[in-house]
């Protein structure tokens, strides 16, 4: 008797689909911007000015006494310079105090002034009604099962982040990846295909600046 192949399952058929709306992760990313933009018109209703990003950072202080702001930055998905313009644009509302902290001169710590804390409550207030909208109809093992999957969808993705090292940041005169340079016929081509100077280049080839392309390794 010939033996059966095993078929693939329906995870395995999701995968290799070539629907993009069959693509899970697609479809996350989709919600993703669909929950963001949601949440921006949200907060544009009940505070103005406050940015997504901005409330998540008031969510995490509130959270503690006093918070170290280089803890706000995520391990996999570091960026201090972007939470710090956050910290400034909070503090210059009168919203978060930063103070130094004790234990590390080079650290700050992060309170809510008293205004901070009013705006904080009354948002919260408001989001918590606003969540459970999004999620009407969902039974409770239903929200359950959601969490533990994206727990585990998370700790997959920070699994391959920290196994990848970071793209290499472009040096000087180079473009966006795929770091083309301005000196190589190729990648002179392509600057004026994609009507863009490479940055730090003059089109006087006096005033260049000298570099090695990532790319073509052109010097």
């Given at each position: 008797?010939?033996?059966?192949?095993?078929?693939?399952g329906p995870a395995a058929v999701r995968h290799r689909s070539p629907v993009l709306d069959d693509a899970l992760a697609f479809r996350l990313?989709?919600?993703?911007?669909?929950l963001r933009t949601h949440l921006a018109r949200f907060l544009d209703r009940h505070m103005p000015g406050i940015s997504p990003e901005q409330?998540?950072?008031?969510?995490?202080?509130?959270?503690?006494?006093?918070?170290?702001?280089?803890?706000?930055?995520?391990?996999?998905?570091?960026?201090?310079?972007?939470?710090?313009?956050?910290?400034?644009?909070?503090?210059?509302?009168?919203?978060?105090?930063?103070?130094?902290?004790?234990?590390?001169?080079?650290?700050?710590?992060?309170?809510?002034?008293?205004?901070?804390?009013?705006?904080?409550?009354?948002?919260?207030?408001?989001?918590?009604?606003?969540?459970?909208?999004?999620?009407?109809?969902?039974?409770?093992?239903?929200l359950d099962a959601l969490a533990a999957a994206l727990d585990r969808i998370d700790a997959n993705l920070r699994r391959l982040l920290s196994?990848?090292?970071?793209?290499?940041?472009?040096?000087?005169?180079?473009?966006?990846?795929?770091?083309?340079?301005?000196?190589?016929?190729?990648?002179?081509?392509?600057?004026?295909?994609?009507?863009?100077?490479?940055?730090?280049?003059?089109?006087?080839?006096?005033?260049?600046?000298?570099?090695?392309?990532?790319?073509?390794?052109?010097?």
């Amino acid at each position: 008797m010939t033996p059966v192949s095993a078929q693939p399952g329906p995870a395995a058929v999701r995968h290799r689909s070539p629907v993009l709306d069959d693509a899970l992760a697609f479809r996350l990313n989709r919600t993703n911007r669909l929950l963001r933009t949601h949440l921006a018109r949200f907060l544009d209703r009940h505070m103005p000015g406050i940015s997504p990003e901005q409330w998540f950072i008031l969510a995490r202080v509130a959270q503690g006494p006093r918070v170290r702001q280089v803890d706000l930055a995520e391990r996999v998905l570091a960026d201090p310079p972007n939470v710090s313009r956050l910290v400034d644009a909070l503090v210059a509302r009168g919203l978060v105090r930063r103070s130094p902290d004790p234990a590390d001169r080079r650290s700050w710590l992060l309170s809510l002034t008293k205004q901070g804390r009013q705006v904080t409550a009354r948002l919260l207030d408001h989001t918590i009604t606003e969540r459970q909208l999004v999620f009407d109809g969902f039974a409770d093992d239903e929200l359950d099962a959601l969490a533990a999957a994206l727990d585990r969808i998370d700790a997959n993705l920070r699994r391959l982040l920290s196994s990848t090292p970071p793209p290499q940041a472009p040096g000087p005169g180079c473009l966006a990846p795929p770091f083309r340079c301005a000196e190589c016929a190729a990648c002179r081509r392509r600057d004026r295909r994609s009507g863009l100077a490479a940055q730090g280049i003059s089109r006087d080839r006096s005033k260049r600046t000298s570099h090695t392309c990532q790319s073509c390794r052109h010097s």
